[in-house]
């Protein structure tokens, strides 16, 4: 077993065409083929912040996605930036130029990451420019943002993606193979536990002009999220209730800490706890009528841990999550893929409608009731 568990670290997971090795069971769980051959996508990165520098180091190890276009608004990193990763002066752009990537023949798809308040106007001029989409979380600042940026990239023709990293990881989708052939039995109940400490007041996501809020729209979002795929049924209720301790930090439309709960349509409930005054505060439990799965940490950039009620999941964790999830994305752009949990921009838009439900619900007191088919069409 060791001996195969080493050849596939050494030979890493997607060059075999492997998502996930269960060391349980090992022959019988081969998940589907990864996405490590085929044309590359030309991307763009906008916003040279902290996560974008992730994101570009983990793209040295992409397959299948380069980096050939910058935008930023501070002309030394758009300098450092194009010599670090060889792109062109021709291919760097600020805030007001961006547009003229429309007459870019090297760039295929933009990838916006940039504080969450900017993300609707900035999705839409890339879609005008021709280019596909790929937006981080939260896609927008609530539903009507969203349906917004959903029409503005359909009626571009070009697609939008979200970039929802663990909807690619190999622990979090074995779960959702056990959960999905039936190996957890009837799904009773979910847990999802979200947040960490937040430092500098004076940072922009503790800013309710560009985050659209506090813990949920940044970190809260991970549990819901992470419910929606993992029960694997769009919620039809809401409740919730917000605490605050420190009124300084977090100001009016900031929230410190939200607890939620969600209903499906099943019977399921969830439990899910957002917030920006705890540490530790990353875990994921799914119980069934025939078993359970845990993943703790369970969206942080890894290595993803778990366990099932069969044991621990041992699985390798591969290359950087973002240097895989932009392969996916290549293979979803370029050859029409589609993902085993989705990552376009209806499955951002989801996410919006119920975190406008969830601040709804805080607001009020009272139970919200969501329409998940109706809600992706509704005007509000
Ligand atoms: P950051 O502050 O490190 O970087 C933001 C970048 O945007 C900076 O380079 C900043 O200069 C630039 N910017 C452009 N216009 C700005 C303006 N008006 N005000 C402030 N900054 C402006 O933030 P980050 O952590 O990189 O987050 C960026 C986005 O990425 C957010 O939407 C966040 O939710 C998302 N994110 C996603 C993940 C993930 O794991 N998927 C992780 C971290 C952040």
């Given at each position: 077993m060791s001996t195969r568990r080493n050849f596939l670290q050494n030979m890493g997971l997607s060059a075999l065409g492997i998502y996930a090795f269960n060391g349980l069971n090992a022959e019988t769980v081969l998940m589907p083929a990864s996405a490590a051959e085929g044309p590359v996508l030309r991307v763009a990165l906008m916003g040279l912040g902290g996560y974008a520098s992730r994101v570009a180091d983990a793209m040295q190890q992409s397959k299948r996605a380069k980096i050939t276009g910058l935008i930023s608004g501070t002309p030394g990193k758009l300098k450092s930036w194009g010599e670090k990763y060889g792109v062109p002066e021709n291919s760097r752009y600020n805030y007001e130029t961006f547009?003229?990537?429309?007459?870019?023949?090297?760039?295929d798809a933009v990838y916006v990451i940039t504080?969450?308040?900017?993300?609707h106007d900035q999705v839409i001029r890339c879609a005008a420019a021709g280019k596909h989409v790929i937006c981080e979380k939260?896609?927008?600042?609530?539903a009507k943002q969203g349906r917004e940026m959903v029409a503005a990239c359909k009626k571009a023709g070009k697609q939008l993606l979200v970039g929802y990293r663990m909807h690619f990881e190999p622990l979090t989708l074995e779960i959702h193979r056990m959960r999905t052939a039936g190996e957890l039995g009837s799904v009773k109940f979910f847990q999802g536990l979200s947040g960490f400490r937040i430092?500098?007041?004076?940072?922009?996501?503790?800013n309710k002009a560009l985050a659209g809020g506090g813990s949920l729209m940044d970190i809260g979002i991970y549990a819901l999220n992470g419910c929606r795929y993992m029960v694997g049924e769009e919620p039809v209720w809401v409740t919730a209730q917000e605490t605050k301790t420190d009124f300084v930090k977090f100001k009016?439309?900031?929230?410190e800490t939200i607890t939620f709960q969600l209903g499906f349509p099943g019977g399921v409930t969830a439990s899910c706890l957002s917030s920006?005054?705890?540490?530790?505060l990353d875990r994921f439990f799914l119980n069934g009528e025939k078993g359970f799965a845990e993943l703790q940490?369970?969206?942080?950039?890894?290595?993803i841990k778990g366990r099932t009620h069969k044991g621990p999941l041992d699985i390798p964790a591969g290359r950087p999550q973002q240097a895989v999830q932009m392969d996916e994305m290549a293979a979803i752009i370029l050859d029409g893929k589609k993902p085993v949990i989705p990552v376009d921009g209806e499955e951002g838009l989801r996410d919006l409608v119920i975190i406008d439900a969830i601040y709804k619900a805080v607001k009020t007191g009272q139970k919200v009731k969501l329409n998940p088919g109706a809600s992706l069409r509704a005007q509000n």
């Open positions: 547009d003229a990537v429309k007459n870019n023949p090297d760039i504080p969450n308040a900017l993300h939260p896609m927008g600042l609530n430092g500098d007041p004076t940072q922009w996501r503790l009016e439309g900031v929230d920006y005054n705890m540490n530790n940490p369970a969206s942080s950039y890894g290595p």
